[in-house]
């Protein structure tokens, strides 16, 4: 049973394309966290959410805590946007999703 | 800025010898972590520290110890390497681990077991 479920698992978008990554949940969180994990294995954080919406550049990363999901959405997408996406809720301990394997082609 | 460094980026051992990987973190936090990531299978925590030589198990213990003898480094270690301990390895701090705090990883080390 995974308590961190992602959505899709890999993704191909052309250059400029909208792109959504969706995250639900099943457990009691108090915060929601979407994490980039570039090739060759570094990892940085984006975003960490308790509500509403939040914007770094072409990033918008949105959570509705009583239905439990969260999207991470990529304006504009560009190559250098191809990574790996996690996302990660802290509950009583963290619980990471498996992930979502973007690939942005010019 | 933090910054999180872990002692390799790729390592290649054979079955049974002691493997050491070290991870350190330059912000005083108290909190540090050892992951480990394999396809599919997303990242799984394996030991966790919330102070010097305090450490707690995590979903997956089986076959590693850690070591926090300094509150800056955290150790993992494999006694007899086997080959499903072929993965990625990443390490994590966080300031205390309060509900909502954001981990800060390292670059990761891979490890081949052959």
């Known amino acids: 049973k995974n308590e961190v479920e992602q959505s899709p698992q890999n993704l191909t978008a052309q250059e400029g394309e909208f792109i959504t990554i969706n995250c639900s949940y099943s457990v009691g969180i108090s915060a929601l966290h979407w994490l980039q994990q570039h090739p060759g294995g570094g990892i940085v954080s984006l975003f960490m959410l308790s509500s509403g919406k939040k914007k770094h550049g072409r990033l918008i990363a949105t959570i509705n805590i009583q239905e439990k999901h969260s999207s991470l959405h990529i304006t504009a997408s560009h190559p250098r946007d191809s990574a790996v996406y996690i996302c990660a809720v802290n509950g009583n301990q963290f619980y990471f999703g498996t992930g979502t394997s973007l690939t942005v082609i010019p | 800025d933090v910054k999180v460094t872990q002692s390799s980026r790729y390592l290649v051992k054979r079955t049974g010898e002691k493997v050491f990987l070290e991870c350190v973190q330059d912000?005083?936090?108290?909190?540090m972590f050892w992951y480990r990531q394999d396809p599919g299978l997303g990242l799984r925590l394996i030991y966790f520290s919330y102070d010097v030589k305090m450490k707690e198990k995590g979903d997956i213990p089986e076959g590693y110890s850690v070591s926090r003898e300094k509150k800056e480094r955290f150790s993992l270690i494999l006694e007899s390497a086997s080959t499903n301990q072929t993965s990625m390895y990443l390490c994590?701090?966080?300031?205390?681990?309060?509900?909502?705090?954001?981990?800060?990883f390292g670059p990761g080390t891979r490890l081949l077991v052959l």
């Open positions: 994590a701090s966080s300031f205390s681990g309060r509900a909502g705090e954001t981990q800060y």
């Open positions: 912000m005083d936090h108290e909190n």
